[in-house]
């Protein structure tokens, strides 16, 4: 295909090549699913399109996306490209105030309301005026229905184009701090992006093989959109699978049965925390240990994951413990971390077979570009590269070096062949009372491999050293009130602190844990829509209690 191609070419080509394919399947929530072949998506598609054009839009106009993933998302999208528009997907969790802010500052002209959990919360953020369309796995609504209007309208004729520079997306993003950005995502740099991704999962599983996957991270989200929606788009032979609801997640995942499984940290680690429920870890290790047997107890453990057709895993959205990885190679998964971010359409870095050490997160992807500034700052120049934040011209300007690159805000360090490693973020790096610089992440990292460790977070500005505050794994929790069981983990966690420190310069030790009282989750606002940590809103929680903490006694406290 020609270099000019755009990744609405791609998709008509499916139309025609591929048109009784399979590309979608949808549980519909009473234990049966709808697939949707190429034919059937797009005719939707080009429904959907003509009507958005009927309503008089001006070319480029904003359309939102509320809704967890399924299929409609990716219909939607497609429709509101072949349209002329912009879209503008908003993270489902979000509260009302954020999707009130999202919708403002796009100007979003329409919104499409799918699959929600919190619709009567949200529901008061839309304007009056705001045209919405319900999926037709939306809350019950007195909105225009979806099928109705497909029903009606008669499809968009021909390939209606979008050229590179016109704007594909708005992504913004989950915002860790203060209010979200709108990063603007080209039709080029997403094509480049879906083409690169599609190439690298191609290489990895077989020119051949199946590609099946499974969509549950948000696809609001840079890391979903590409690695999953955008990259299909492209192949047009990947079978994208979604999820019914958190309680039919693992029948899910055994209707899927992925060939390539992406996740984030944090889930990685819940996924070995139910494994240690049902087989202790030091008896698991012990039988990996078997020859023959090991392999046979490794593919059981697999299967009961549902990850056992997995021919390559990834992780990305923020880091992962080295030993978290290596468990999971030991296990025969192929788990290999990536970075990247918004800003570059999550097309970064990634490890490989050849490029893969445990605590790297690989070497550039094609046409990527890295270098580190004097103060140690990753600097980014990728194919996916943003044309900038919406309506924010300085924040734009100053994100850039002047030869094009984008600072990341991160720190890192490169091996000769070109492996990266991630440190820490610039603006999260804090000073003590002695005038030491203390580096969060690393140590973080450490606590979180700790299998009684849920997250954790390092603080402690200001302070005459750092504190950490940990959650603990969810089995562990429901028990602490047990005496007996409250007193093995305190044990366990004062053993961690010592681990932890003898590891550790003397200004970065750590004066004690805290065990926090309730965990940090999306619905509390301590953790992004993406399951980042929100590391300033709960710090602001516990500032109250932090001098109280320094002069208690004990290496251990119970927040």
């Not at 904003?62 to 399924?70: H, P």
């Not at 599983?205 to 696809?219: D, F, H, K, M, T």
């Not at 924040?395 to 890192?412: M, Q």
């Not at 509390?524 to 710090?539: Q, V, Y």
Request: a neutral charge.
């Amino acid at each position: 295909m020609a270099e000019a191609a755009r990744i609405l070419d791609y998709v008509y080509d499916h139309e025609s090549a591929l048109a009784d394919s399979v590309y979608l399947t949808q549980p519909l929530g009473d234990g049966t699913v709808s697939h949707f072949t190429w034919a059937q998506l797009v005719e939707q598609a080009r429904r959907m399109a003509a009507h958005l054009q009927s309503r008089g839009f001006e070319r480029g106009a904003r359309i939102a996306i509320l809704s967890k993933n399924c299929a409609h998302f990716v219909i939607a999208e497609l429709a509101i490209w072949m349209g002329g528009y912009t879209t503008v997907a908003i993270f489902p969790t979000e509260t009302a105030d954020t999707v009130r802010f999202v919708l403002e500052d796009s100007q979003a002209s329409l919104l499409f309301v799918g699959k929600l959990d919190a619709w009567d919360k949200q529901r008061p953020a839309l304007a009056a005026r705001l045209p919405c369309i319900a999926f037709p796995l939306a809350p019950p609504t007195d909105l225009e229905a979806w099928d109705a209007i497909v029903a009606r309208t008669r499809p968009l004729e021909g390939r209606p184009p979008r050229a590179a520079d016109e704007l594909a997306m708005l992504i913004y993003t989950s915002g860790s701090t203060g209010r979200p950005k709108g990063v603007m995502v080209s039709f080029g740099a997403i094509t480049r992006v879906g083409e690169g991704i599609a190439k690298d999962v191609r290489v990895r599983i077989g020119a051949n093989g199946a590609s099946r996957v499974l969509s549950y991270l948000p696809l609001a989200h840079s890391y979903e959109r590409s690695w999953v929606e955008a990259s299909s788009l492209v192949d047009g032979r990947t079978h994208v699978f979604f999820t019914e609801s958190l309680e039919t997640f693992l029948k899910d995942l055994r209707r899927a049965r992925p060939t390539f499984f992406l996740s984030v940290p944090r889930l990685w680690l819940k996924f070995q925390q139910g494994v240690f429920d049902k087989m202790p870890p030091r008896k698991l290790d012990r039988l990996l240990g078997v020859p023959l047997l090991g392999r046979i107890v490794a593919r059981k453990v697999l299967k009961g994951l549902g990850l056992d057709q997995v021919l390559v895993a990834g992780s990305g959205s923020a880091p992962i413990p080295a030993e978290l990885i290596a468990w999971y190679r030991r296990l025969g998964l192929k788990l290999f971390e990536g970075y990247a971010m918004s800003e570059d359409n999550s097309y970064s870095h990634t490890s490989n077979e050849q490029f893969n050490a445990p605590g790297y997160v690989g070497v550039p992807m094609p046409g990527v570009q890295v270098r580190l500034s004097p103060e140690g700052e990753i600097l980014i120049k990728s194919p996916g590269q943003f044309s900038g934040y919406y309506r924010q011209p300085e924040l734009t300007a100053e994100s850039f070096t002047e030869d094009g690159f984008f600072r990341t805000g991160d720190l890192g360090e490169q091996t000769d062949d070109g492996l990266l490693k991630v440190t820490g973020r610039i603006k999260e790096l804090f000073k003590t009372a002695k005038g030491k610089y203390v580096a969060p992440v690393p140590i973080e990292n450490a606590l979180n491999a700790n299998p009684i460790v849920e997250s954790s977070i390092v603080s402690g500005v200001g302070q005459p050293s750092p504190y950490a505050m940990v959650v603990l794994a969810e089995q562990l929790r429901p028990q602490v009130g047990d005496p007996a069981v409250r007193g093995r983990v305190q044990g366990e966690l004062e053993l961690l602190l010592q681990n932890v420190n003898r590891g550790l310069a003397d200004h970065h030790q750590l004066r004690m844990i805290v065990v926090a009282r309730e965990p940090w989750s999306i619905e509390n606002g301590c953790l992004t829509p993406t399951m980042k940590i929100r590391r300033s809103r709960i710090e602001a929680s516990v500032a109250a209690h932090v001098e109280g903490w320094y002069a208690a006694p004990g290496p251990v406290l119970w927040a």
